[in-house]
């Protein structure tokens, strides 16, 4: 299929436009033979992922296009609505057949906390019920890495109106259902507090926690969604750097022996176990549009340098406005943002740009180098990008159109100047001299 006719008229307007306002190309410097890390696919290929998703119809080609290394089941509040039953689990042992993966994928499986309604029958979120969740898993097969206790328990006594769930009181839940998986499987993991995103009170859940359970949990998480769906593009945009502080704060909270007295001299992992632009599931507003792909994949790109063990973006498919595919299969950005970033594999090299506003990550893999550049203003950018005498082999871009129309990512005309539309990514394959 040809680039979006309207993708071709936004090249041919810039190339139009006199040389004398032309601003000179957006320097992009490349160290190909100096690595950084392993790209971490956990975290660049993370998702969260439920029963509800659509993989009889979609399955097979998500599998295939925007392949996930690690999901984490059953994802938000379903995990506190719902019980972990043999029933769901036969069921996602179906869905992930369907995925035609070629290995068992990771999973970080949510045990269940919070009470059911008095009208509701009670509720499988004893240690009992933790230890049998496991049981059945290792009966099925599944791979799970990790055992999250509950989902964002900082919100019980806020939207779910039971003010007696304090840090406190979740953390002797932990300790009650760690001890229990950990009788069933010795080498388990377990992660939480998984508070969601509502800062400051969040942080502070968390902070207690931290203080009363460090020396249980080994896997510390949070959730990042700094909107509400709402506000200016480039602010939204600008939350991007809350993954950097946010890795930063809950680091040094770790090591703080004052506020992590029973745990500060263990070695844990972090991770961001829910991630978006915005909460607000209602709102298409920064989840299926433009500016919410290029916010998620570059939040992604940064957890993964900055050192996350995990992140799972939500969601994999489906849940009304969030979701790599809608309800009825149609892709959004955030598909085609997740499916170029599936192309880094490999290591990370050295990367800067000279322009704030210009993202660029890359990723070598033997002799291939592959260059995701994330162009978050509202004007076009033309780049330079100097790689070290690696020379350009293929590039692809696409625009928020080109998802409309359900295109392939149009072709970069090749050149020492290579130019990037308002609001698009792109990817850059290079080859060794």
Same mark, same amino acid.
């Given at each position: 299929?040809?680039?979006?006719?309207?993708?071709?008229?936004?090249?041919?307007?810039?190339?139009?436009?006199?040389?004398?306002?032309?601003?000179?190309? &957006?320097?992009?410097?490349?160290?190909?033979?100096?690595?950084?890390?392993?790209?971490?696919?956990?975290?660049?290929?993370?998702?969260?992922?439920?029963?509800?998703?659509?993989?009889?119809?979609?399955?097979?080609?998500?599998?295939?296009?925007?392949?996930?290394?690690?999901?984490?089941?059953?994802?938000?509040?379903?995990?506190?609505?719902?019980?972990?039953?043999?029933?769901?689990?036969?069921?996602?042992?179906?869905?992930?057949?369907? *995925? +035609?993966?070629?290995?068992?994928?990771?999973?970080?499986?949510?045990?269940?906390?919070?009470?059911?309604?008095?009208?509701?029958?009670?509720?499988?979120?004893?240690?009992? #019920?933790?230890?049998?969740?496991?049981?059945? %898993?290792?009966?099925?097969?599944?791979?799970? +890495?990790?055992?999250?206790?509950?989902?964002?328990?900082?919100?019980?006594?806020?939207?779910?109106?039971?003010?007696?769930?304090?840090?406190? =009181?979740?953390?002797?839940?932990?300790?009650?259902?760690?001890?229990?998986?950990?009788?069933?499987?010795?080498?388990?993991?377990?992660?939480?507090?998984?508070?969601?995103?509502? &800062?400051?009170?969040?942080?502070?859940?968390?902070?207690? $926690?931290?203080?009363?359970?460090?020396? &249980?949990?080994?896997?510390?998480?949070?959730?990042?969604?700094?909107?509400?769906?709402?506000?200016?593009?480039?602010?939204?945009?600008?939350?991007?750097?809350?993954?950097?502080?946010?890795?930063?704060?809950? =680091?040094?909270?770790?090591?703080?022996?004052?506020?992590?007295?029973?745990?500060?001299?263990? +070695?844990?992992?972090?991770?961001?176990?829910?991630?978006?632009?915005?909460?607000?599931?209602?709102?298409?507003? $920064?989840?299926?549009?433009?500016?919410?792909?290029?916010?998620?994949?570059?939040?992604?790109?940064?957890?993964? +340098?900055?050192?996350?063990?995990?992140?799972?973006? $939500?969601?994999?498919? /489906?849940?009304?406005?969030?979701?790599?595919?809608?309800?009825?299969?149609?892709?959004?950005?955030?598909?085609?943002?997740?499916?170029?970033?599936?192309?880094?594999? /490999?290591?990370?090299?050295?990367?800067?740009?000279?322009?704030?506003?210009?993202?660029?990550?890359?990723?070598?893999?033997?002799?291939?180098? =592959?260059?995701?550049?994330?162009?978050?203003?509202?004007?076009?950018?033309?780049?330079?990008?100097? %790689?070290?005498?690696?020379?350009?082999? #293929? /590039?692809?871009?696409?625009?928020?159109?080109?998802?409309?129309?359900?295109?392939?990512?149009?072709?970069?005309?090749?050149?020492?100047?290579?130019?990037?539309?308002?609001?698009?990514?792109? *990817?850059?394959?290079?080859? =060794?001299?």
């Amino acid at each position: 299929m040809s680039a979006p006719r309207k993708f071709h008229r936004l090249v041919a307007f810039a190339a139009a436009l006199p040389l004398c306002v032309l601003a000179a190309p &957006v320097a992009i410097h490349i160290a190909p033979d100096t690595p950084l890390m392993a790209v971490n696919r956990d975290v660049t290929a993370g998702y969260n992922f439920g029963n509800w998703m659509q993989m009889a119809e979609y399955g097979e080609e998500m599998g295939r296009e925007a392949p996930p290394a690690a999901l984490r089941f059953p994802g938000g509040n379903v995990g506190d609505e719902t019980d972990l039953s043999e029933h769901s689990l036969n069921t996602l042992v179906s869905l992930l057949g369907l *995925l +035609k993966q070629p290995h068992p994928i990771p999973l970080m499986v949510q045990t269940r906390v919070f009470q059911a309604k008095p009208s509701e029958a009670p509720a499988a979120n004893r240690p009992e #019920d933790a230890a049998a969740a496991v049981r059945m %898993a290792q009966a099925r097969g599944l791979r799970v +890495k990790y055992w999250e206790i509950g989902n964002e328990p900082d919100l019980f006594a806020v939207t779910r109106g039971d003010p007696s769930w304090t840090a406190e =009181r979740y953390c002797d839940v932990f300790r009650a259902q760690a001890a229990a998986i950990r009788a069933v499987d010795p080498a388990a993991r377990i992660a939480g507090p998984a508070v969601s995103g509502a &800062v400051p009170a969040a942080t502070t859940f968390a902070e207690r $926690f931290v203080h009363e359970c460090g020396d &249980v949990v080994d896997l510390l998480t949070w959730h990042i969604y700094p909107t509400e769906g709402n506000g200016r593009t480039d602010d939204a945009l600008a939350t991007v750097r809350n993954a950097d502080s946010e890795l930063r704060y809950y =680091r040094e909270l770790w090591a703080d022996p004052a506020r992590n007295p029973r745990g500060h001299t263990r +070695k844990i992992g972090f991770g961001v176990t829910e991630f978006g632009l915005s909460w607000r599931t209602d709102r298409p507003t $920064f989840l299926s549009d433009m500016p919410g792909a290029l916010w998620a994949v570059e939040t992604a790109l940064r957890l993964a +340098k900055g050192g996350a063990e995990v992140a799972h973006y $939500f969601a994999y498919q /489906g849940v009304v406005n969030h979701g790599l595919l809608d309800t009825a299969g149609a892709p959004r950005p955030t598909f085609y943002g997740f499916r170029m970033l599936n192309a880094l594999r /490999g290591e990370f090299v050295a990367t800067r740009s000279a322009d704030a506003q210009v993202w660029a990550h890359a990723a070598r893999e033997g002799e291939t180098l =592959r260059v995701l550049i994330l162009n978050s203003a509202e004007a076009p950018r033309d780049i330079a990008v100097d %790689a070290g005498g690696w020379s350009v082999l #293929d /590039g692809r871009q696409f625009v928020a159109d080109t998802v409309d129309q359900e295109a392939p990512p149009a072709s970069m005309a090749p050149g020492p100047v290579l130019h990037l539309a308002p609001h698009s990514m792109s *990817l850059l394959t290079f080859k =060794r001299p």
